[in-house]
T-cell receptor, first 109, second 113 residues
Framework: GQSLEQPSEVTAVEGAIVQINCTYQ??????LSWYQQHDGGAPTFLSY????GLEETGRFSSFLSRSDSYGYLLLQELQMKDSASYFC??????????FGAGTQVVVTP | DAGVTQSPTHLIKTRGQQVTLRCSPK?????VSWYQQALGQGPQFIFQ???????QRGNFPDRFSGHQFPNYSSELNVNALLLGDSALYLC????????????FGPGTRLTVL
């Protein structure tokens, strides 16, 4: 079976740092992706971890530990425009994707 | 450079009807995946098409079928519509080697009455 768990909501103030955790159970695993989706919009790709370790892209970083079946997305220097839903997604087999239920990030002034 | 496009934007059908949704991938992409996203939920993988073949499939019944054309565009067909099929249907494209990064279209909002 396959399952992903991520918190349903996180609230933080502008300028803060937010970490969204994602734990997964899957029979196969190529990598862990993160997507952002604003209300009424399409998901947009943020990052991908195929190997253990940290990937940094501007204010966003993503981490993967295969041995712990765990990853996280780190959002730094939060801005109001970062208010959105964030999804982790695993690739259990080539070409197949499983998304989590999403974490709603609310940024307050 | 045109991104992923989908048509129609919105669609209203009644139970038992059939629907066809269309997707044109981002220029240079040859792989198309379809997702169903219910309100407040993450996208659920329906299937992926590559080289005009269904390469992968999620846990969806046979009422959901698809097709990919030689120009890489794709269709999603849903037969015998149920109320529970009401959702946002998203198409995503990727390059053959870039399965880790998908570009999503704006989606088709399907309402089944």
């Amino acid at each position: 079976g396959q399952s992903l768990e991520q918190p349903s909501e996180v609230t933080a103030v502008e300028g803060a740092i937010v970490q969204i955790n994602c734990t997964y159970q899957t029979s196969g695993f190529y990598g862990l992706s993160w997507y952002q989706q604003h209300d009424g919009g399409a998901p947009t790709f943020l990052s991908y971890n195929g190997l253990d370790g940290l990937e940094e892209t501007g204010r966003f970083s993503s981490f993967l530990s295969r041995s712990d079946s765990y990853g996280y997305l780190l959002l730094q220097e939060l801005q109001m425009k970062d208010s959105a839903s964030y999804f982790c997604a695993v690739t259990p087999s080539w070409g197949k994707f499983q998304f989590g239920a999403g974490t709603q990030v609310v940024v307050t002034p | 450079d045109a991104g992923v496009t989908q048509s129609p934007t919105h669609l209203i059908k009644t139970r038992g009807q059939q629907v066809t949704l269309r997707c044109s991938p981002k220029s240079g992409h040859d792989t198309v995946s379809w997702y169903q996203q219910a309100l407040g939920q993450g996208p659920q993988f329906i299937f992926q098409y590559y080289e005009e073949e269904e390469r992968q499939r999620g846990n969806f019944p046979d009422r959901f079928s698809g097709h990919q054309f030689p120009n890489y565009s794709s269709e999603l067909n849903v037969n015998a519509l149920l109320l529970g099929d009401s959702a946002l249907y998203l198409c995503a494209s990727s390059g053959r080697g870039g399965f880790n990064e998908q570009f999503f279209g704006p989606g088709t909002r399907l309402t089944v009455l």
